[in-house]
């Protein structure tokens, strides 16, 4: 039973958020008349002590306390003797727990959105650098259109600004006070949870102590938005590692984020990139462990509730990691635009602008067009050229209706500067959705 029973391996790690509970939970029992001021200052002396103690030295692990809470209220004892124990007066390690808990994930979650805060600027700060500088896109990893680097950086700021608006969903619902639900029903003695909310940096005390007790969709919530937020790092980080290869080379990562071969010396491995796609799969099964340790626990507490803490913990750290790693390689890596560029150019990828052309300029139906523009990338695949190297004869003997304006837009320079509709890829919409997306960052 003390091998299985005992959490304070892992939940050592809600000290600070403990003593700070308890803190206020001493100064509200002490305003309301419920201990004396005598003991309320040694308890909070006491605490005080076994705050810089901590700091200091670690938590220590005596398995037969169990967790944090007894670990503290233990010392506590030590300290200042039997006042101590009025420290519990009208709380339980239910309602205590769910506090701290939802302290530690608010902390975590405000770390994320920093973490993402920096993500975002480095994107804002690239694409600006490369509003102009033209690549393929992809679709089914196959050259399918001309973009901008640019462009292609943004779409990943849309990502991440949707999981920071997650994480700022999640804080202002976990926005709560547990703290005065005692067990589960509440407690007869007469609290101020108006000002324990208050001193713990909450908007106000939950409204029913059942559910404040039982309750971990704060963890979820946070869970989930990591989740999500791995999975878009994870597809940027594959962006990188796809890059980075030699077939592709239009990136060099920086060394800090790079490993070598322990027999291979030209190897140049992006690790940091890999580890946050493998990441991702861990942050996930966290929540998904989660999940399953919620799912049909009757009302109110159940030990089971104590597994809550290790995967919300180990996702943190990941998610945390991964940000820091990913803001590092947007922002130091160097993109080599001349061979995006070629890569752009030999792909065919200005065969859509050929068949808009078509439609445009000869009046021809967009499938008829689709039809025509495919005989010219056969010629041009059999002629070795580029759609735009194809003579304006071997163009006609193709369809009598193209003339000479074709050319015009059969340019990568003409395709991207052509897709000029609101979040598009030409460079005067990136330039400004940068400025827009500058104007949102400064909004936070």
């Not at 990941?318 to 150019?345: H, I, N, P, Q, W």
Request: glycine share 6%; net charge negative; proline share 4%.
């Amino acid at each position: 039973m003390r091998e299985i029973n005992a959490s304070i391996p892992f939940d050592k790690a809600l000290w600070r958020e403990d003593i700070s509970g308890s803190l206020a939970h001493v100064a509200m029992l002490a305003k309301q008349g419920i201990v004396s001021e005598a003991d309320a200052d040694a308890i909070t002396k006491g605490l005080n002590q076994i705050a810089e103690e901590y700091a200091r030295d670690g938590v220590p692990e005596n398995w037969d306390l169990e967790d944090i809470h007894m670990t503290v209220e233990s010392r506590l004892t030590e300290i200042v003797g039997p006042a101590a124990g009025r420290l519990h007066t009208a709380r339980s390690r239910n309602d205590q727990v769910a506090t701290d808990f939802r302290m530690w994930v608010r902390e975590a979650t405000r770390r994320a959105i920093g973490g993402i805060d920096t993500v975002l600027a480095a994107l804002v700060g690239r694409a600006d650098e490369h509003a102009g500088s033209i690549m393929p896109g992809f679709t089914h990893l196959q050259t399918a259109q001309p973009v901008t680097l640019g462009h292609h950086l943004l779409a990943y700021f849309e990502m991440l600004m949707r999981d920071r608006s997650r994480f700022a969903d999640a804080l202002a619902r976990m926005d709560e006070c547990p703290l005065g639900s005692a067990a589960l029903a509440g407690t007869g003695f007469d609290l101020d949870r108006e000002m324990t909310a208050k001193t713990l940096g909450f908007a106000r005390p939950t409204r029913n102590s059942l559910d404040a007790v039982s309750d971990r969709d704060f963890a979820l919530d946070y869970l989930m938005a990591a989740s999500q937020c791995s999975l878009h790092l994870s597809r940027l980080a594959e962006e990188f590692i796809i890059w980075a290869s030699q077939p592709f080379g239009f990136v060099k990562l920086p060394d800090t984020l790079s490993t070598g071969s322990s027999i291979m010396p030209q190897k140049r491995n992006p690790d940091a990139a890999e580890l946050v796609r493998g990441h991702a799969g861990r942050v996930i099964g966290c929540a998904t462990s989660l999940m399953i340790t919620m799912k049909g626990l009757p009302l109110a507490y159940s030990k089971d509730m104590q597994d809550d803490k290790p995967p919300v913990f180990e996702a943190a750290g990941l998610l945390d990691l991964s940000l820091a790693a990913m803001a590092g390689m947007v922002a130091d890596s160097g993109f080599d635009t001349a061979r995006m560029r070629k890569a752009a150019e030999a792909g065919h990828a200005t065969a859509t602008d050929l068949a808009d052309w078509l439609v445009r300029q000869a009046d021809i139906p967009f499938r008829e067009a689709h039809h025509i523009t495919g005989a010219a990338v056969k010629l041009a695949d059999q002629k070795g050229v580029a759609l735009d190297g194809l003579t304006i004869a071997d163009l006609k003997a193709i369809d009598e209706r193209i003339d000479e304006r074709v050319f015009d837009a059969l340019s990568v320079d003409a395709s991207v500067a052509a897709r000029a509709s609101y979040g598009g890829t030409a460079p005067v919409r990136v330039r400004e959705q940068v400025e827009e997306a500058r104007r949102r960052l400064e909004n936070f």
